[in-house]
């Protein structure tokens, strides 16, 4: 686990102007609202918004790009330095001016947005001068962003050959992509383009998942990347790596805003990445960090407190939080000192053997973990006609248990595979086990058989249910 990541961002900086009114009147001029404005504001946009929302996670951050000579550029350096962050690798230009939206807001309603700026290629010089800065700032840093909004500063040549420098130092380099042609970002580790961006690169329209998993498996294979995320907006993300495809839900319950959430879902990624996460359960932190933010007006950050709290109250079942993958599981594991328990079991239909059962296995430690089996693994152990309740059943009324720190799905016959992962200290099972083999029992350090409460078991329980509806 890295401490304190040190994470380099290269792209397009901007100015984000917001105006701040009431409206209640139609102009005698023209058909148009007339907004009174009551406040305004400046904040860091673009590749600006990236950086923000990785300084609110606690990363070390620096920014290369271009920006104007003028008030809007001057604004991005005293803020930056403001925030700690060095603007030695910033270009400033003579020939363009600074980025800067600016957006009329009324009644938390965007009313209209004003753009001034210069789309055109940065010169040749400045694209030099970007390149030169970031081949002596690169060893620095554990990863590198580009945040590309097409606005001159991530020219064709300049992209591959930043690329192609991070990969030379083995930096891994995350792309928020722009436009419909992506080969200017070939050999990157990682892209994240929004599903129309996706569709205009891949010349694939994403209808449903088989046309979702070609499309990404065309990108992958055209671009040479390790790894492509595509967001899905409501529908959540799907994220690719090693020939595979796997959906996440979104989490957002509420959207005032979608402004930078992009800039939040990059940052995040980059950010757990650089920490040392699985590709997997940095795009659940990047998922829960952009619910957070589009719950909030404006381009806003999220920080690692808010996006903890989120997860914990999502749909208002706290317990839901100790359901792990066995990735989350390793990783939170690896951190703790105290000695860890294990069973494991199918627990269909939870009952006050289970209970008993459970709570004396946690007395004998400091971390309870339950193995429960899935769903394909229960019907190979006991019948097509098992399991009575489905695998997300069974973990969410194991996971409200007092005693249950954690629960972790396993999809073999047994859990040897899981034990070998996680080396728990002390290995229980019931002692109906006494006299037979204990799976993992090699690994734990120690293996306890408890007693189990006599007349008490699934199978006794489904057979009085099936005398009672007879």
């Known amino acids: 686990m890295i401490e304190n990541c040190k994470i380099l961002v290269v792209g397009d900086l901007m100015v984000d102007h917001y105006l701040y009114g009431s409206c209640d009147r139609v102009s005698p001029e023209a058909p148009v609202q007339v907004v009174d404005i009551k406040s305004e504001e400046n904040l860091l946009g673009g590749a600006g918004n990236v950086v923000n929302n990785l300084l609110s996670l606690g990363a070390k951050v620096g920014v290369c790009s271009v920006i104007g000579f003028d008030e809007a550029g001057e604004f991005i350096k005293k803020r930056l330095e403001e925030k700690q962050v060095t603007t030695e690798l910033l270009i400033t230009s003579k020939d363009r001016p600074t980025t800067k939206k600016s957006r009329i807001i009324a009644q938390h309603q965007q009313i209209v947005r004003v753009d001034k700026e210069d789309r055109k290629d940065i010169s040749d010089e400045e694209q030099s001068a970007i390149l030169n800065t970031f081949r002596e700032a690169l060893k620095g840093y554990d990863l590198v962003v580009l945040s590309d909004y097409n606005k001159g500063v991530l020219t064709d040549s300049l992209t591959k050959e930043i690329i192609s420098l991070a990969k030379e130092y083995d930096k891994p380099i995350l792309v928020d992509p722009k ?37 990404g498996e065309k990108l992958i294979d055209e671009l040479g990347l390790e790894a492509l995320i595509i967001t899905l907006s409501e529908e959540g993300m799907a994220i690719f790596e090693e020939g595979k495809m796997q959906k996440i839900a979104t989490l957002a319950r509420e959207v005032f805003d979608v402004t ?47 996006i903890s709290s989120y997860e914990k109250t999502l749909y208002g079942r706290a317990g839901e939080s100790k359901i792990k993958t066995k990735d989350e599981l390793l990783e939170i594991l690896s951190s703790h000192k105290g000695s860890i328990v294990f069973t494991n079991g199918c627990f269909d239909i939870l009952h006050a053997g289970h209970v008993s059962y459970l709570a004396k296995a946690k007395k004998l430690g400091d971390i309870l973990v339950v193995g429960v089996n899935s769903d394909a693994s229960v019907k190979r152990l006991k019948g097509e006609k098992r399991p009575i309740n489905s695998q997300e059943d069974r973990l969410l009324v194991l996971s409200a248990l007092e005693a249950v720190d954690f629960v972790v799905l396993f999809e073999e016959d047994t859990p040897y595979e899981l034990i070998s992962a996680i080396k728990p200290d002390i290995l229980v099972k019931g002692a109906d086990y006494k006299d037979k083999e204990v799976v993992g029992s090699d690994i734990a350090k120690e293996t306890h058989l408890i007693e189990l409460v006599e007349g008490r078991s699934t199978s006794g329980v489904i057979e009085r249910i099936k005398s009672v509806g007879g």
Do not use: W
């Open 260 to 306: 930078g959430a992009g800039d939040t879902v990059l940052a995040a990624l980059a950010y757990a990445l650089a920490s040392g996460k699985s590709l997997l359960n940095a795009a659940k932190f990047a998922n829960a960090a952009a619910a957070v933010v589009v719950g909030k007006v404006g381009a806003a950050t999220a920080t690692k407190e808010e």
């Open 179 to 215: 436009g419909k042609d992506f080969s200017k970002y070939r050999g990157a580790t990682l892209l994240t383009p929004n599903k129309k961006e996706a569709i205009l690169a891949s010349g694939i329209d994403i209808k449903d998942d088989e046309t979702l998993k070609n499309a």
